[in-house]
Every structure is written in structure tokens, then in C-alpha cells.
């Protein structure tokens, strides 16, 4: 069955940096676009960052352009998501996904908590 | 504030029928592009609940279903039972090549 393991989250200081990783498993990682979305506490979900099949082609969120870079290993099917220059407002569960054929998010991973705090 | 609108909150006895609204505009839904519906239950991951307006995947019950006019889909909810107690979101696809999704739905069962 699909897994995703999100993993790399913690509490870090405004303006430091924190990668997250997301372990992919029971499917071929290499055929699928990948997706990280974010939920501040109470508040909905926001979509980030995706990236193709091959990593051949990026897209991110406005409030995340030019700080976070989302990227991939097909050879040891892993997500990353860096994040740079973070803000408080940076502080949510970050969840990575997969992308579905008809541009949904088929599957997601349980999460994983940042907080941005001094 | 979301690109796609939804109410905050509906609420409804056991076995009874509740909607919820997703509104966008002509460079999402309007465009033609696809909703989808997702169910976050208190606590956990969000999990895909319809896609493409009204399809299910595997395992979820057919007291769910999905609606789309122009700019606009929503989400039924038949029969409601305790166990539909989560927030709703919906997402589609937005010609600025990114995906967005409404700000969520949370169903009360009374």
C-alpha cells in the first residue's frame, strides 16, 4: 500500500534553515508528481511546492517562492523540502503528497510539525 | 484568505442531508478544471473523499457525493452519521499553474 513518512521537523529560530524528507513507498516513486502541504494551527491546508515526475519542473506558492525548494531522489524515492529564512508564520504540520491523475492529491503522509519560535 | 470559498461550518442531525459549497472563479473551477473533495478527520492527515466532482475512491461510502455548476461545486453529505464529524476542504486546479483549496468546511453532527 502507498506510505508516505514525512520526517526532519522540529522547533528552529526565525531565520534559520530546516529540510524536511518524505520516504515514499508501495509505488513506483518515479512515475509521480509530488506535492508538500502545509496547516498552520487551526487554520486549512495551503498548498506549497510540487515538483514532476522527474523533477524536471517546479511550481510553488507565492508565500513560499525564493525561501523553500522542494526537490527529489527517484533512485531512493525521497521528498525534500527546504526551507530557508523561516518565519513564525512558517509554524504548521507539513504533509507531503502525491499527485493523482486529474490533478488531485491522491494520498498523504501523516505529517510532520514545524515551529518557528525564538 | 482562500481562493476557493467555502462556509466555515454546517451542522446536522443524524440522518439528515447537509451541503457544502465550494466557490471559485474563472481561472479555477470556471475554467473547467476538476474538484475534489477531502475529509480530515480531528487529528489526522487529510484523505482524498471525491474526485473529479462525484467519483469515490475505494472504501468511501456512497452517502457522499458531489455536485459542479459553472463556477461552483459542493458536497453532500446523505444519511449523516456521527462518524462524518471532520473538516471538509475542497481543491482544484488554478491557471497560475498551482493547486488551491478552499478554507474548509467543519460538520458538526448534532
Known amino acids: 500500500q502507498v506510505q508516505l513518512v514525512e520526517s526532519g521537523g522540529g522547533v528552529v529560530q526565525p531565520g534559520r534553515s530546516l529540510r524536511l524528507s518524505c520516504s515514499a513507498s508501495g509505488f513506483t516513486f518515479s512515475n509521480y508528481g509530488m506535492h508538500w502541504v502545509r496547516q498552520a494551527p487551526g487554520e486549512g491546508l495551503e498548498w506549497l511546492a510540487f515538483i514532476w515526475y522527474d523533477g524536471s519542473n517546479k511550481y510553488y506558492a507565492d508565500s513560499v517562492k525564493g525561501r523553500f525548494t522542494i526537490s527529489r531522489d527517484n533512485s531512493g524515492n525521497t521528498l525534500y523540502l527546504q526551507m530557508n529564512s523561516l518565519r513564525a508564520e512558517d509554524t504548521a504540520v507539513y504533509y507531503c503528497?502525491?499527485?493523482?491523475?486529474?490533478?488531485?492529491?491522491?494520498?498523504w503522509g501523516q505529517g510532520t510539525r514545524v515551529t518557528v519560535s525564538s | 484568505q482562500s481562493v476557493l470559498t467555502q462556509p466555515p461550518s454546517v451542522s446536522g442531525a443524524p440522518g439528515q442531508r447537509v451541503t457544502i459549497s465550494c466557490t471559485g472563479t474563472d481561472s479555477n473551477i470556471g475554467a473547467g478544471y476538476h474538484v475534489h473533495w477531502y475529509q480530515q478527520l480531528p487529528g489526522t492527515a487529510p484523505k482524498l473523499l471525491l474526485y473529479d466532482t462525484n467519483n469515490r475512491p475505494s472504501g468511501v461510502p456512497d452517502r457522499f457525493s458531489g455536485f459542479k455548476s459553472g463556477a461552483s461545486a459542493s458536497l453532500a453529505i446523505t444519511g449523516l452519521q456521527a462518524e462524518d464529524e471532520a473538516d471538509y476542504y475542497c481543491?482544484?486546479?488554478?491557471?497560475?499553474?498551482?493547486?488551491?483549496f478552499g478554507g474548509g468546511t467543519k460538520v458538526t453532527v448534532l
Open positions: 481543491q482544484s486546479y488554478d491557471s497560475s499553474l498551482s493547486r488551491v
Open positions: 503528497a502525491r499527485d493523482g491523475s486529474l490533478l488531485e492529491v491522491d494520498y
